[in-house]
Structure formats: structure tokens, C-alpha cells
């Protein structure tokens, strides 16, 4: 694979210099493309994970899969495996704990869980791979191989499999992520009969799974009453409230560690390997880990689900559009709260006089689909973006052109003012870079030998959120060093990193004084890694510590440099507080807390309220270009370039940044080429549970990828900053889509394009 390293080459413009200095100018950390900390420790093997941390009489886990998606346990014969050598347990709803049921997801404020089913409570099965047994054994091995001797026989019970059945029984969602499943403006119907270019296509997207490096893990073990938690996920303190729930213990008797995540997409979450695992541990007094098989990840995690979208464009003769229809039906479970969002892009994209934007979810007996990077956004932009594409078409128009034409000057639906938008420059720069030809030639024009070729673009789009419920704190030693603390999460996208950056200047210390402490349960509340929110949420709570470090200081600073002076009369400068407008006067931290008696000052902070989500309009957003050749022999697709430009705000840490953009690039060409989670509509089983059947792109299928982007920071969110953590994977399904309708002049509506829909 080759990468084109240009994150230098679009270095961050200089920050307009407020009137006094703010506290992030005073030393230069943020937007410098410092090398990953935890790099060193992950090539070199150190960085443990969750299946990696060693305990004395640990016991190793095993699940069973039920092979019914619907229907009772009629009979479960475990004594052939309890015989098996090692067993150390066979646990099944028989004489697992009694339990509550996990916390929903969204749902509760506590929720970590895509599914409020108990687990392992009683004989009924609600998914076909719903774990209904657990085989605890001294090894692995052991009890991998007693695993296959549990004998189950099953009552099946008539199951829901099939989606189209399942669609006559849709019904809107209580909601889509907040919004309304229903938005109307105007007759959107009347308004499409009646324009002179129109689109009305139906758009198809299978499930996916996630297929994280790192399968799912936990490691846990109890003392006295209290219950540790090694694990891999995406949210300790909601993880934390889930078990304690579930184990109807307190919250605080729980502590759930995650310092290093090997890939976590959305579904890094609570699943029933923790309550099995921590159940069994409890019977058996010993140390357990269970680390689901990657088979056992497509069975007992969900992923993202199917879709069925219809998307209607209806433009006059210059491009506006007079109706913008999107709407459609998701599968989901009856105990979950994933609706998969298609229809946020269009809410917020683009100009229409006239709008239709309506979703509905089905209930079918499966594993419980979850968020999967861009839950909705992903496959959402996919049908919009590719009947965008048909409109340019239909019209002869270029189709960066026609949405100059529709860019709105406000929110479409809610009104509001966007807080930073500038998809239109990120189009510019990016067709500059590509070399886009804003006079495609026509399909089967251009060809090298077997290879047509043909280039596409498409936006990509992603909300904006920064979550409330946080809090961090800011501890500053007599050695002249700060720990920051949040229970916030790494999971290679570059957190710890970027913070200690971030954190390093608002401090104005060397990075190496500094140490950021997060993915620690017992640490001040961290929020989600999720919803591409994790950064700004972080950033505006560490600000809200630091505002009471210094006011603490000031109370501390027994000198008549800072003597009677407030907050805003210093700034943080040369690791102290210095008197703004005037270089001379300065006292180091460790001054302050000498004078003072002090060892060391910790102040902590709640995570101030996200009031700029209610004010504006607020957004990350690209434009994916890349070019295509399909081979007239095969109809096999290879992607072989690939220009993202993006437009998130500032940027906090180039290298981190652009392998966030190309990860989600590179996951979006599996979205869009290659892959799919097969589910059998006759037993509702997946017939493709493993990485050699579900395919996930491989070096050959990616192309040199460029990343830039536009750099403007959001005078509104913390620092400037937008989310950029799924992005990357917008946008790619149709971009990928439309350079094959002008490679070969067939359009292909229905995710993946796979060879056998082009020949
Ligand atoms: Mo992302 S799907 O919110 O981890």
C-alpha cells in the first residue's frame, strides 16, 4: 500500500491572535504531528490488553451458540464436556446467577448494552448465536474442545427472518438519534411529479459486521464484593454502571479498566461475554477471561443492519432542487435502540423547497444490530450521494456544480445557522488535488486495455456532538508535573496523544511534564468514544478543570507578583502563571506550591453543557473523489486513487488526524466493494462468521489514499475542533459507486458492488 504522507504540506493556519492571549496560544503543541506515545509500547509488545493481563488461577472461557434463532432450550446435556479434562465449570441459564437484565444503550444513562435481554436467564432463545452456554476450563484449549461436546436440543419456534415480510409490520422509531423519524416540508410528493429532472430510485445496504483487530475481550475477577473488569471498550463508566446493574451491586464496587483498545467501531461495548464471564467467575471464585472467537464476534456482538432506502430528487431546469424525498426501513431487534440513522445527511445537506424524510424500523429475531463507524451517515450518504449523482447525470451537469447549486445557507430542517461550513472549499481543493475533470467523458470512454476507468466524487458528512456528563481533573505536582484525568478511551485512534498535546499547552509545559490518565473506571467520568464526540468533549472538560486549577492557584499564590490578581488577569505561561500583557511578571507552579506548603494541587471539573448543539447547525463534512477501473473482462472493480478533503474544523494533531480520514476511507471501500454479513432469511444464522468469508479490504484493494483538509477552526466548539473519528467512511459507498457508473455506465444501487452486478 502506499500512503502519501501530505499531512505537512497543509500545515494549520495561524489562529487569529485574540486580544489576550488565549491559554491553547501560549505554547504550540496542538496541531503538530507529534508520533503516537503509546507507539513505542505497542511495537514493542508492551501495551497490555484485555486478554493479555496475567492472574494467578486464572480460569479460561468458552461460549456455546445457539443454532435457532427463535424458540426454547429443550434440553441441554453438559455432562460430557464437565468430564472433559480441565473443566472446571459448564455454566448454563440452570445455574448461572440470577440476574438483572444490562442497561440499554441510549437508552438508560447507564446503558452500555444493544440489548436489555437477560443473559443466561432461562431457557428461551432470541437470536440464532445467542450464547446458552459458557465452558470455564484451565485452558483455552480444554475449553475450546468441551465447548463442542455441550449437547442442545432446541424447540424452534416460527422465527422473524425475512426483511420483506418484516416490513409490513414497520413503524417509526420513537426517534432517530434525538430527531424526529418523520420530517415534512411542504407536499414533497407534488413538488417531484412536477419538476422537469427527477430521480426516484431505491437503494439497498446489507448488514456489516465490526472486525476490530482485537476480538472482544474481558478479563475479570472479584474481590470480596468487588468485581474488576479488564476489557476492551468504548465507554468504562457506562461498562461500570451496566455490570453493577446487572449484578445488582453498587457502582463503585466495580472498576472497569481499558487502557489500550485494538479497534473499536461502535460496538466495543457491554455484551453478554462480560455478564457470562463475570457470572462464572462468581461461581467459581477464580479469575476469568473469555475472548469471544472472531466467529463468536459475528454471532454474539451486532454490527450495522440492513437498510432499504428510497431516495427521490426532484431539480428545475437550474439545478435547485424542488423536492428532496429520503426514506426507508431498517431491521432492528425488539430490544434495541439502534435505529441506524440513514436519514440524518439529508436532513442537514442539502437546499430543497419541499422535503420528505421519513424512516422506519422492523423487528426481526437477531442478534441486536448496533452502531457501526457512521451508523446511519455511512450507508445514509451511500443512497443520497449516489441519486445526487444520478441528477448531475440526468441534468449534464457537473455534479460538484449541482451542489453549489444546493448548498443551503441555513440548516434545511431545523433552521439554524451552521456553526462552520465550508463543503464547498473542501470540494474545491480536493477536485484541485485530484485533478477532477468537471467534464466527465462519457461512461466506457476511457479504457486501458481491459480496464474502464472512471472517476466519482460524493460529500461526506458527519454530526457534530460533544457529550455532557463528563468530568476531568487537573493534578499538579511539586515535581513540576501534571496529570490530567478522565476516564476517556484509546483505541488507536491517537486520544492519549492528542490530549497530552492539548493538555501540555493549556498548561504551558513541556509534553513530557505531562501525562494524560484515562480508560480507568475509578478516574474521573469519561464520556463515550463514540459519536466522533470523544475529543471536543474531553478538550471543553479539561478547560473547565484548568479554569479552576488557576483560580486555585491565585487563591494559593501568597506573592505579591499575583497578589489580588483574577482569573482572566493571568495566563498560563513557562510552566506558571504569568500576568498577561506583562513578560516580567511570572510565577512557576512549583513556586506557587512550595510558598504554599503545598505537595501538589488537584481541581476537577464537570464537563461544561454542549450549548453549542443547540445553537447551531453543527457538522464535519468532505468530498471523496476517486477513480475506478473495472475490468470488461470480469466486471472485478479496483479503486486506484483516492482523494479525501475534509472540512472538520481544526486540527489537533495532523498524523493522528489523517490516519483517522484514511482508516475510515479504507473501511468505507470495504462498505462499498466488498463487505456484506450474510444472513441466512431461512434460520436466520450468518453463514459468513469469519474473516476469510466477510471481507474486509486487504492491501491490494487500497489505493494511495491523500487526505487534506480545509483547517478552519469553528469559532463555536471547544478549540475549534469537529469530530473526525467516522467521517472518513461517508461519503465512499457512492463515491465508489458513481466512478463506477461513469467507468462502465451501469449503477449499481445495491452495497457491495460486487463483480457479478456488472457483468
Ligand atoms: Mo462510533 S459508531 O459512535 O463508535
Request: proline share 6%.
Amino acid at each position: 500500500m502506499t500512503i502519501v504522507e501530505n499531512e505537512l504540506e497543509t500545515p494549520l493556519r495561524p489562529s487569529e491572535a485574540p486580544a489576550r492571549p488565549a491559554p491553547d496560544d501560549a505554547t504550540r503543541f496542538v496541531g503538530r504531528p507529534i508520533p503516537r506515545l503509546d507507539g513505542a509500547l505497542k511495537v514493542r509488545g508492551q501495551a497490555r490488553f484485555a486478554a493479555e493481563v496475567p492472574f494467578e488461577r486464572l480460569a479460561y472461557g468458552a461460549l456455546v451458540h445457539s443454532s435457532i434463532a427463535r424458540g426454547r432450550i429443550a434440553e441441554i446435556d453438559t455432562a460430557a464436556a464437565e468430564a472433559a479434562p480441565g473443566v472446571l465449570l459448564v455454566m448454563t441459564y440452570r445455574n448461572a446467577p440470577r440476574l438483572k437484565p444490562p442497561l440499554l444503550m441510549m437508552a438508560d444513562p447507564k446503558g452500555a448494552s444493544a440489548s436489555n435481554l437477560p443473559v443466561m436467564q432461562d431457557d428461551r432463545i432470541h437470536w440464532n448465536g445467542e450464547p446458552v452456554a459458557a465452558v470455564l476450563a484451565e485452558t483455552q484449549e480444554q475449553a475450546d474442545h468441551a465447548a463442542t461436546l455441550v449437547r442442545v436440543r432446541y424447540e424452534a419456534e416460527a422465527a422473524a427472518t425475512g426483511f420483506e415480510e418484516a416490513k409490513a409490520k414497520a413503524h417509526p422509531p420513537e426517534n432517530i438519534l434525538g430527531e424526529p423519524s418523520s420530517i415534512a416540508v411542504g407536499d414533497a410528493e407534488a413538488a417531484l411529479s412536477q419538476a422537469p429532472f427527477k430521480v426516484d430510485q431505491v437503494f439497498r445496504t446489507p448488514r456489516h459486521n465490526h472486525c476490530a483487530i482485537e476480538l472482544h475481550a474481558v478479563t475479570v475477577a472479584w474481590e470480596g464484593g468487588h468485581l474488576l473488569v479488564h476489557d476492551a471498550t468504548q465507554m468504562v463508566h457506562l461498562a461500570r454502571g451496566t455490570l453493577a446493574a446487572v449484578f445488582d451491586i453498587p457502582e463503585d464496587h466495580v472498576r472497569v479498566l481499558s487502557p489500550f483498545v485494538g479497534g473499536g467501531f461502535g460496538n466495543k461495548a457491554v455484551w453478554n461475554h462480560h455478564v457470562i464471564a463475570a457470572a462464572a467467575a462468581r461461581l467459581l471464585d477464580r479469575p476469568v477471561r473469555m475472548v469471544l472467537t472472531r466467529e463468536g464476534v459475528f454471532r454474539a456482538t451486532g454490527g450495522r443492519t440492513v437498510t432499504e432506502q428510497r431516495v427521490a430528487l426532484g431539480a428545475r431546469a437550474d439545478g435547485t432542487l424542488a423536492a428532496l424525498i429520503h426514506t426507508g426501513f431498517t431491521a432492528v431487534t425488539a430490544h434495541n435502540s439502534c435505529p441506524e440513522q440513514f436519514t440524518i445527511p439529508a436532513r442537514h445537506l442539502y437546499a430543497a423547497e419541499t422535503m420528505h424524510i421519513a424512516q422506519q424500523v422492523t423487528e426481526l429475531d437477531m442478534v441486536a444490530n448496533t452502531f457501526m463507524r457512521a451508523p446511519g451517515e455511512s450507508v445514509g450518504t451511500f443512497a443520497l450521494e449516489s441519486a445526487i449523482d444520478e441528477l448531475a447525470v440526468a441534468m449534464a451537469l457537473d455534479p460538484i456544480e449541482l451542489r453549489r447549486r444546493i448548498e443551503p445557507a441555513r440548516d434545511p430542517t431545523s433552521g439554524k445557522r451552521f456553526s462552520a461550513r465550508h463543503l464547498l472549499q473542501a470540494y474545491e481543493r480536493g477536485a484541485q488535488r485530484f485533478g477532477w475533470n468537471p467534464d466527465r467523458p462519457a461512461p466506457g470512454s476511457r479504457r486501458d486495455g481491459e480496464w474502464l476507468i472512471g472517476q466519482g466524487v460524493a460529500t461526506a458528512t458527519y454530526p457534530y456532538f460533544r457529550m455532557p456528563g463528563g468530568a476531568a481533573s487537573i493534578r499538579l505536582g511539586i515535581d513540576g508535573r501534571a496529570v490530567v484525568k478522565m476516564g476517556a478511551h484509546e483505541m488507536g485512534m491517537g486520544t492519549a496523544t492528542a490530549q497530552t498535546q492539548h493538555a501540555a499547552q493549556l498548561l504551558a509545559l513541556p509534553m513530557d511534564r505531562v501525562r494524560f490518565d484515562y480508560g480507568d473506571s475509578d478516574l474521573p467520568t469519561g464520556t463515550i468514544a463514540g459519536g466522533s464526540s470523544q475529543s471536543a468533549s474531553i478538550i471543553a472538560t479539561v478547560r473547565a478543570a484548568f479554569e479552576a486549577l488557576v483560580s486555585q492557584l491565585l487563591v494559593l499564590a501568597d506573592d505579591t507578583t499575583l497578589a489580588g490578581l483574577r482569573p482572566e488577569d493571568v495566563e498560563a505561561r513557562d510552566g506558571g502563571l504569568g500576568v498577561c500583557g506583562d513578560p516580567s511578571r511570572h510565577v512557576s507552579y512549583v513556586t506557587i506550591l512550595r510558598r504554599a506548603g503545598r505537595d501538589a494541587l488537584e481541581c476537577r471539573a464537570d464537563s461544561p453543557a454542549p450549548a453549542e448543539m443547540e445553537k447551531f447547525s453543527m457538522h464535519s463534512y468532505g468530498a471523496q473523489f476517486c477513480e475506478v477501473r473495472v475490468s470488461a473482462v470480469t466486471g472485478e472493480t479496483r479503486v486506484s486513487r483516492w482523494v479525501g478533503s475534509f472540512d472538520t474544523g481544526r486540527i489537533l494533531n495532523p498524523k493522528t488526524a489523517a490516519s483517522q480520514f484514511r482508516g475510515g476511507i479504507v473501511m468505507g471501500l470495504g462498505l462499498a466493494l466488498s463487505e456484506e454479513t450474510l444472513f441466512d432469511e431461512r434460520s436466520g444464522r450468518i453463514m459468513n462468521p469469519s474473516l476469510a468469508d466477510y471481507h474486509v479490504p486487504v492491501h491490494l484493494d487500497v489505493p494511495p489514499i491523500e487526505v487534506i483538509w480545509n483547517d478552519i477552526p469553528d469559532p463555536h466548539s471547544p478549540l475549534g475542533l469537529h469530530g473526525i473519528g467516522e467521517i472518513g467512511i461517508t461519503g465512499v459507498g457512492a463515491a465508489v459507486a458513481n466512478a463506477v457508473y461513469n467507468a462502465t455506465g451501469k449503477r449499481v444501487r445495491e452495497l457491495p458492488v460486487t463483480l457479478d452486478k456488472l457483468l
